[in-house]
């Protein structure tokens, strides 16, 4: 087991093993007391016992990507996983157990030689201990609800497993607590979904910033009617040839056949507003590609800052996220609605997370240079300040955890 002392040892490794694969250049000047490259269960054991020992907290870093960098905490032992990656496919069972520094590409990848995928986010370097909070597709559910055990690492160094028959309080809190899980995670055990590899379609519009209203009305009021597997969602962006904010509108729908897919996108396609400068009807989708747009929409080596609300039901949609939206910064930041219904409308399983909310707003912005990274996080803040006063929570994955637990969970939830 290698561990870099702060105090001790070459700083240079010290300073490497600190920002370890993290993903976002705008970091938390924080010096962990030592940090542990974690590789087996035994080490992550070995090293809360050394926090024990040392009288303080432990840290854990996945796959790195947290925006805020929770895993930087001053004076702790942290915990680094990012090296230890397995996958352990049960095909008969359509059962993995995957470490939770493998990422959504990596499973995914591992999966479809299988026939099989796992519901997780498009973007592919996420690792699978960070993405756990979110992820909903239409009738498919939380990606979180897909897990039916996890292995952990409790706070006196002892591991357990745990699901719905046993240490079932800590099985909940794995599903939905984010940050403020109350134990490390070593192993997910995750249902796993067929591959819809003959139905697996997309279809894409992209219309200017004029027609913002007529295209975001359109898409809100398809959606009860939109078919069950269609991933639907609005991306305001700037692309290369436009100086003017455009707007994306992205169904992805996965069914068990090429035919069904296509008569599911073509439904929408029938009621589309005029005036869309591209359009992209029916085309033929993977994992893959989908991983490889998001990976060049979120480049490596820059300053990212976010925040994001789940919006009242109440709330004119259209108008609380007009000002966002059009206003989003120039370059490569963009912004994000995400339709939750129907599922937002039905019972939630039995554990941590609890959304009542229809709508999802995020906001991504990305810049080159400190300074920039700056103005940008100014805009974010004012402009969700605003946005909140029509919300009803935040998505605690990519929040920086100021407000109250009753923000981020609700009702007894959040004791």
């Not at 005029?274 to 029916?282: K, N, P, T």
């Not at 480049?299 to 800052?305: E, F």
């Amino acid at each position: 087991m290698k561990i870099s002392w702060k105090d001790s040892g070459d700083k240079a490794s010290y300073d490497l093993a600190r920002f370890s694969r993290m993903f976002n250049l705008r970091r938390p000047d924080h010096f962990p007391r030592a940090v542990i490259d974690a590789t087996c269960a035994g080490d992550v054991v070995a090293g809360v016992k050394l926090a024990i020992q040392q009288n303080c907290q432990v840290a854990v870093r996945a796959g790195g990507h947290a925006m805020f960098g929770w895993s930087l905490q001053n004076d702790s032992i942290l915990i680094d996983l990012g090296n230890w990656k397995e996958v352990v496919v049960e095909a008969d069972s359509s059962v993995a157990k995957v470490t939770p520094s493998t990422t959504g590409e990596e499973l995914n990848n591992q999966l479809q030689a299988y026939g099989l995928m796992f519901p997780t986010g498009h973007c592919p370097g996420i690792g699978l201990g960070g993405f756990f909070c979110f992820k909903v597709v239409k009738n498919w559910g939380w990606a979180c609800e897909k897990i039916i055990g996890v292995e952990v690492v409790t706070a006196t160094g002892e591991l357990l497993l745990c699901n719905d028959k046993q240490n079932a309080e800590l099985y909940w809190a794995a599903r939905g607590s984010g940050p403020l899980f109350p134990a490390i995670a070593t192993r997910f055990h995750l249902q796993l979904l067929p591959y819809p590899s003959s139905g697996f379609l997309s279809s894409t519009y992209i219309y200017p910033s004029a027609l913002y209203r007529q295209a975001f009305e359109w898409v809100q009021s398809i959606v009860p009617e939109a078919d069950e597997d269609t991933e639907i969602a609005m991306t305001a962006f700037y692309p290369d040839s436009e100086h003017e904010v455009c707007f994306k509108l992205h169904f992805v729908t996965m069914k068990s056949d090429a035919t069904a897919a296509e008569n599911a996108l073509l439904k929408l396609h029938q009621s589309r507003p005029s005036g869309a400068l591209r359009e992209s009807i029916c085309q033929k989708e993977s994992l893959t590609h989908l991983h490889e747009e998001q990976a060049m929409a979120n480049p490596d080596s820059h300053y990212y800052h976010t925040d994001n609300a789940f919006l009242a039901d109440t709330a004119n949609v259209t108008d609380v996220l007009r000002e966002s939206f059009l206003g989003l910064p120039r370059g490569k930041s963009y912004a994000l609605w995400y339709p939750m219904y129907p599922r937002s409308q039905r019972a939630v399983s039995d554990m941590a997370l609890s959304i009542p909310s229809n709508h999802y707003f995020t906001i991504y912005t990305i810049s080159e240079t400190e300074n920039a990274a700056a103005q940008s996080s100014k805009w974010v803040d004012m402009t969700m300040a605003k946005i909140r006063e029509h919300a009803v929570g935040s998505y605690v994955g990519e929040c920086e955890l100021k407000l109250p637990h009753e923000w981020y969970w609700k009702g007894q939830n959040a004791q």
